[in-house]
Structures are given as C-alpha cells and as structure tokens.
C-alpha cells in the first residue's frame, strides 16, 4: 500500500511536473480519447524531473508501464536480507510506487512489468540455486511480496517475461528453468493469482511478428498452461521493429496471436528508423514506420473488443527510447526529443476519425 509520505512526495513532483513551459502540439487531439482501446506509453522516475514528460504523458495515454523500476534488478537491488513477514523491509518499491502515484494522480492506470524474467536475478537467488527448497520459497515470496504489495491497483502484470527461444524450439534456459523446471512458469501465474486474484496476468515476448516459429511455441506454451489450468489472461506482444518490415507480417501476428481469445496487449511499441539489416536505396523509411503502425492499429481494431486490451508505446518522445539510447539518433516513437508531435502520431490520430 502506498503511504502517506509517498503520496504526497509524488504530488510535489507532480506540481512540478505541472509548470511545462516547453512548447507542444495542440493541433494533436489527445490520442487517449480517439482510441477506443487503452494507450499505454513507458516511464522511468527520472522523466518526472522533465517538466514536459507529465503532461504530455498524462494528454495523451490512459496508462503508465514501469521501464525498469519494477523489475527485480531494481526491486532487489539492495539485496536486503529476506523478510516474509515483512516484505516492505526486504524489497525496494519506491520508483515503482512514485510511478504509480503519478498515475494515480493523473487519472491513469499503470500496468505491473514484470515479475519473472530470465535476464534478471539477483544475488539473492544466484546464492541459492543450489538449494531446491529454499529457492522456490524465496521465489514464491518474492512473487507474493511484489504482486502483494500492488494488490489491486494494477491494470495487468507481466507475470512472465521473453521465456520463448527465438528459433522456435522451446523454452530459454535462465536460472528460474535450472532450478525450478520448466514449471518456474507455472508457478509464477498460479502464485502471483493466489494473491491477486482480480488482476490480468499476462505472458510477454519479442519478435513474434518476425519469427512466425517463435509465436507458434508461444502458442503452444499458452495452451499448454491454460489446459493445466493456469491462471493466464492475456499474452503481450512487444512489438519492437523497424520500418521495413514486409506488409502483412504485423497483422499475422496479432491475428494469431488472438486466436486463443485471451486478451492482447500490444506492449511495448518502438519502430525503429535504423533496420540493422540491408536497406533498399530510395526506401522511404517514415512512411515504412507510418504504414506499419497503421497495420498494428487496423488488425488490433479488428479484435473482439474484449481482446483489446491496449497499446503500449515504449518511450514518450524519441530520445526517451531505447533504440535513441543506443546512438542518440533514432526516432522510433509518435513525438520527437522536443516533445512535438510527428506525422506519426498525427497518422495515428487519423486512423481513428
Ligand atoms: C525488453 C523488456 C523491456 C525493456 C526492453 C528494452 O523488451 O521487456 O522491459 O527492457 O527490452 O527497453
């Protein structure tokens, strides 16, 4: 639960947050009242130093997706003696609960990311992993401790993230699937419902619009856990990709990817202007990243509403993103380093007019 000092600390930062002098673009309606799904859109606490970052998060999406600040590099980062009676002393929330304070003050929803992911551990468990019994109890408290102590003000969480290979033959191996089997999936959704049984829980990876192998053993490891009975709501598809990418590859994804009628959730979109491989002389790429937000947004309306879940855009404005970290120079998001609205964003305010 949040504490009172905690509130009030994220409204002093919010007021600050509130005296944007930085200049945006008003001709932009706010895109969370076009679209008839959820817009989510990334943060990490230091953004809200930025005085432009809040109100310009808080026009234009319904929802707010820790970065980092809730994964266990940060939550168990000071590496805390274990504490399962009091969980507060043993895990670090403060980013995560600011962020949620933001959001709640702005009216918004934050969406949990994530709980168990196979390139974080911490030393905690690199300790154990000899030791069978008292990993799985430290995993089942850390999954408690996290999901306990946002019970009931999430809008989903990533339970489980990127647990899929890239070619397509099964699991990656991590340190939870040494220890724990395979079964270090199901384990996790089935504690992490125990203790909040309201809240979506979602399965999450990348590339799944590139390797059409990789999304099948997704699916497969879907039905798998939803035929043992697992509590899995919903599956994230990241959606980080560049401009080039062949019409009709993005659509095959979520069509697909909604074929086991759980909710979808586009989680984490960048389009990046850098393609790593070869690029065609004369390729226009803004309007490669224009068309395929496009296609993203014409086969996610076409989902049963209920599957709709949202739109997460990974980073507000480009340098924001981690594409632009990487050289200071991509401009893969719907509002540029300034703050300003790109054709993008106004290509995506049409498609619902
Ligand atoms: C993956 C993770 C995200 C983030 C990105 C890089 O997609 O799911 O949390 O770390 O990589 O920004």
């Known amino acids: ?93 403060k980013a995560a609960d600011q962020i949620l304070t933001f959001a709640k003050i702005n009216g918004m929803g934050m969406f949990g990311h994530t709980l168990v992911w196979y390139a974080q551990s911490a030393p905690l468990f690199d300790k154990l992993s000899g030791d069978y019994d008292n990993f799985f109890d430290a995993y089942q408290a850390y999954i408690d401790g996290v999901v306990g102590h946002y019970k009931g003000q999430l809008t989903g969480w990533d339970v489980v993230n990127e647990p899929m290979l890239d070619d397509g033959s099964g699991l990656r191996d991590c340190l939870w699937k040494q220890v724990l089997g395979e079964d270090y999936i199901l384990l996790a959704f089935h504690r992490a419902h125990e203790t909040d049984r309201h809240t ?100 996610y309306l076409q989902l049963k509403p209920h599957q709709q879940f949202g739109m997460t855009v990974w980073g507000l404005r480009d340098k924001d993103t981690f594409p632009y970290r990487k050289d200071n120079s991509d401009k893969p998001v719907l509002f540029d380093s300034t703050g300003f609205a790109k054709p993008l964003a106004h290509a995506f305010a049409e498609r619902f007019a």
Not at 249 to 261: E, R
Request: charged residues 20%.
């Open 200 to 299: 979506p829980l979602f399965l999450n990876d990348y590339n799944l619009e590139y390797y059409p192998k990789k999304r099948a053993a997704f699916l497969r490891l879907a039905e798998r856990l939803l035929k043992a009975g697992v509590p899995l709501h919903g599956l994230g598809t990241q959606t980080h990709i560049d401009a080039t990418i062949a019409p009709g590859m993005l659509k095959a994804a979520i069509t697909d990817i909604a074929s086991l009628g759980l909710k979808v959730h586009v989680s984490e979109v960048d389009i990046s202007l850098k393609p790593e491989g070869m690029v065609l002389p004369g390729t226009d790429l803004a309007a490669g990243q224009i068309r395929a937000l496009d296609e993203i947004t014409d086969a």
């Open 1 to 93: 639960m949040l504490s009172r000092r905690t509130v009030l600390t994220g409204a002093v930062a919010l007021a600050g947050c509130g005296q944007s002098t930085a200049q945006t673009d008003a001709t932009l309606p706010p895109l969370k009242s076009l679209a008839p799904f959820d817009l989510g859109v990334c943060a990490m606490t230091a953004s809200f130093k930025d005085p432009q970052w809040g109100p310009l998060a808080a026009t234009h999406f319904d929802r707010i997706t820790p970065e980092w600040e809730m994964k266990m590099e940060y939550i168990l980062g000071e590496d805390n003696p274990i504490n399962f009676v009091e969980p507060e002393k043993w895990l670090r929330f």
